[in-house]
């Protein structure tokens, strides 16, 4: 079948404002979006610029907004978002993060936010010599759910806090990464991310909308995550 | 133009460069260059596990890992890399491990392994469980501990730069010219050592695991500053492969009980593997999985090359699959509309690997020819390197041992090497020829798109230099593939901008898919044998008397030219592979 992509396109180069252009593109329902994306640029306009890599949700760089929901292009078919002959997707770019070209943003400042969690191992105990330091399933359990993340920002473009309450909001990823570590058995750090989490830019910030929770694309129970951590600093 | 000057610039942020980096970084000014942000680099898809002989489950021995390696690779493999990549597993899961990845674990708290296919006790006696696991994350899981700690360690990274050149000065590595991809501006990093850990290659066949990025820049550029490729007619296809998609079905699936079956139920493997059955090799259960085809037992019984088979896990029941293969529930559910837990899985192979690369030593050192002579500051490690660890087919969970393992040797030797080493001199106007090549690209001309180019260069490399091989069609293949490369000399840019041109960054990495698969084709042509996953029709047999070497093929404006070395052999005695 035939639907048309809407997409919104931005050339700081040429463009003073973005503006969208209609492509018509043959699919299958079944394609995934980044399918009819790719068909764009390789046969019909070379200039559409995105992101892409793994193709299958596991890297993170085609997240956008499709059909007025965050996604990964490769992990939306176009059944997803069209049913019908001629129905028009509208593609546009994350939001809460400059556009840099089409349907890519800066990540930087996402980024930024998420190094200020420190997310990585922290430990004041003794690394065991030449073996694993032990930890039960129940324990690993504990913290599987964060570890799932990719860090495709999707969930900063949906959050309603960063919508203008407090655009300084440290981000639903940043909080999820954190509790990655925070609820790992082997992990000592909590007080060395207490001055970014205990504070209003950190997990007081969220207010439970629970969208970055709908629009992960990795399932992850994102405002459940926050919580726990709320509660964890709280206690 | 921007200069930088660091001692060490490691090329690619996948685990074999993060983790070179990480040790390098410790002693010495490091950059890390990337066309990818770290985050999205393909070592994160890897699921299924990395091997260690930890015993943790059962006993098993670094021996016995070394030697399923070596046989696994058809006896092509150097046997003292093996032996390396064994013994040093054990130490790289538990650094990991200390480092902070989560690994699965076992009730007493210890990293859980499982099966994989070809990993076995004591010399092939029944599988053995070696795979240490994250659920089917594990890649995912190695990159973000590696990422995690290049952040806590403060390495320096440029990321979204393409590299464009890598500036030798006779048989010492100078620097590399860049492409800063959100400014269209062009960067000279020279540096006393240059490592290059760019991935792999499979986006020049039509149905691979491999994401888009996997374009082979590192081995493509080098080929292109004469520096040979070394066994690259052995590409691997990985079984069970999302059917039409190929996106990667991990072989934990089958580690953990999965059994793949043909359009009457059967369980084939029966037949071509009587011990490890499912769990035999990739290369072995990939024909057999073609013969099953085109014997009419696929699913649909056309015997067409695009037809499938089932890979059955509905008996392991939904609780073990939603906690050991969580991913693969989800691809399944999104790309199949069915769950495993339900319904077989619809797969077939999916090219997936490149056991062939640039040519190093143990310590990742690049070797400029036959004798091995090293290129002084230049290194390679992962997947686009070729230590010979994996020979002429690589066992399931040995990419991620390779990566860390000799992606840490390759970092080591670096750091002692810059302390002794100077900054070599870079020619006058060193980045003149990548300038001009994408004035080239955008000088206005009417061209051909790449699109076109790269379908038909897909097409012919997975139709005539796939799973299967003979001579005929491997010489049309290239004949196709050298009218293609004097076609892409004709094709320009569309996009006139600078910011984010990724319409002249595809352009550059489909010239480099067509060097490689050139390359690819000539050594699979001269082979006149079989061997792991090199398989001809009209040569079906193993021919150690004359074909136990290494190729190394050179790239030249003329064609490709071939030359060979010998194999190390230095622990074991080649011996029939059966499974």
């Known amino acids: ?235 | 133009m921007t200069r930088h000057e660091y001692e060490v610039v490691v090329v690619g942020a996948g685990g074999a460069g993060l983790y070179a980096a990480l040790e390098a970084s410790r002693g010495a000014r490091t950059a890390v260059v990337s066309k990818l942000h770290p985050m999205r680099s393909h070592t994160g898809a890897a699921q299924g596990g990395i091997g260690a002989a930890l015993g943790n489950v059962e006993e098993d021995k670094p021996e016995w890992h070394a030697f399923d390696t070596v046989k696994g690779g058809d006896y092509l493999v150097d046997q003292r890399s093996a032996v390396i990549l064994a013994d040093d597993a054990v130490r790289a899961v538990y650094d990991l491990e200390n480092r902070g990845l989560p690994f699965s674990r076992t009730p007493q708290g210890k990293i859980d392994q499982r099966r994989f296919g070809g990993h076995t006790r004591n010399h092939g006696e029944a599988p053995v469980r070696r795979s240490c696991y994250a659920a089917d994350r594990t890649g995912h899981m190695i990159l973000q501990t590696l990422y995690q700690q290049c952040i806590k360690n403060e390495v320096a990274f440029f990321d979204e730069f393409q590299v464009l050149d890598v500036l030798l000065e006779g048989r010492q590595a100078a620097g590399l010219v860049a492409l800063e991809l959100s400014t269209g501006e062009l960067h000279l990093f020279r540096a006393k050592a240059l490592l290059l850990a760019t991935g792999g290659f499979g986006q020049m066949f039509r149905t691979t695991s491999n994401a888009y990025a996997n374009t082979g820049d590192g081995p493509a550029l080098l080929a292109r500053r004469g520096v040979p490729l070394q066994d690259m007619e052995f590409f691997q296809f990985h079984p069970t492969g999302i059917r039409g998609l190929g996106i990667l079905i991990t072989e934990g699936v089958r580690g953990e009980g999965g059994i793949l079956r043909n359009r009457r139920g059967e369980r084939f493997m029966e037949r071509y593997a009587p011990t490890l059955l499912d769990l035999a090799p990739r290369d072995l259960i990939s024909r057999a999985i073609m013969e099953e085809i085109l014997a009419g037992n696929g699913a649909r019984g056309d015997r067409r090359i695009d037809d499938y088979v089932f890979l059955d896990a509905t008996h392991l029941g939904k609780p073990l699959i939603e906690a050991k293969l969580p991913d693969i529930a989800e691809f399944c559910r999104t790309y199949l509309g069915l769950d495993p837990a339900e319904k077989p899985m619809p797969i077939q192979p999916t090219a997936h690997y490149a056991m062939g690369g640039i040519p190093t030593d143990l310590d990742g050192r690049v070797l400029a020819d036959e004798a091995g002579t090293p290129i002084e500051g230049l290194y390679a490690a992962g997947e686009c390197a070729c230590v010979s660890v994996h020979g002429a087919n690589r066992l399931g969970t040995n990419s991620l041992v390779d990566l860390v393992v000799f992606g840490r040797r390759a970092g080591q030797h670096i750091a002692g090497y810059v302390k002794g080493a100077s900054l070599a001199p870079v020619g006058k106007d060193s980045a003149g020829p990548a300038r001009e090549r994408l004035a080239e690209l955008k000088d206005g001309k009417k061209g051909p798109h790449g699109g076109q180019l790269r379908e038909r260069m897909r097409d012919v490399m997975m139709e005539k230099v796939g799973i299967y091989r003979k001579g005929p069609a491997m010489a049309q293949a290239l004949e196709e593939l050298a009218a293609l490369r004097q076609e892409y000399r004709a094709v320009r840019a569309q996009d006139a901008s600078r910011v984010f041109d990724n319409d002249v960054l595809e352009i550059l990495e489909l010239g480099h898919l067509l060097d490689l698969a050139l390359v690819t084709a000539a050594s699979a042509q001269a082979r006149t044998e079989s061997r792991g996953g090199h398989a001809r029709e009209d040569y079906p047999q193993r021919d150690d008397q004359r074909w136990l070497k290494h190729t190394l093929a050179w790239l030249e404006p003329g064609g490709v030219r071939l030359g060979y070395k010998g194999v190390d052999l230095s622990v074991w005695q080649p011996k029939p592979r059966t499974y």
């Open chain 1, 1 to 235: 079948m035939t639907i048309t992509l809407s997409i919104q396109r931005f050339n700081p180069e040429t463009d003073s404002a973005p503006y969208f252009r209609e492509y018509a593109v043959q699919v299958e329902p079944t394609d995934r979006v980044l399918d009819a994306l790719m068909r764009v640029k390789s046969f019909q306009d070379g200039s559409l610029a995105f992101r892409k890599s793994c193709g299958h949700g596991v890297c993170g760089s085609d997240a956008m907004i499709i059909d007025g929901k965050e996604r990964l292009a490769c992990k939306t078919l176009v059944r997803d978002v069209a049913s019908s002959e001629g129905q028009v997707v509208r593609i546009q770019p994350l939001k809460h993060l400059p556009v840099q070209r089409d349907l890519m943003v800066d990540q930087g400042e996402f980024f930024a936010r998420w190094r200020l969690v420190k997310p990585y191992l922290i430990s004041d105990q003794p690394v065991p010599e030449g073996r694993e330091r032990l930890q039960s399933p129940e324990q690993r359990l504990a913290f599987e759910d964060p570890t799932k993340c990719i860090l495709c920002a999707a969930c900063f473009s949906a959050c309603p806090i960063l919508d203008g309450k407090n655009p300084r909001f440290i981000g639903p990823a940043a909080i999820a990464n954190a509790a990655r570590f925070v609820f790992d058995s082997r992990d000592t750090g909590l007080s060395a991310r207490r001055p970014a989490l205990d504070q209003p830019d950190g997990v007081w910030g969220c207010e439970n909308h629970f969208e970055c929770t709908r629009v992960c694309p990795r399932g992850i129970k994102v405002t459940k995550n926050i919580n726990l951590t709320k509660r964890r600093l709280g206690g």
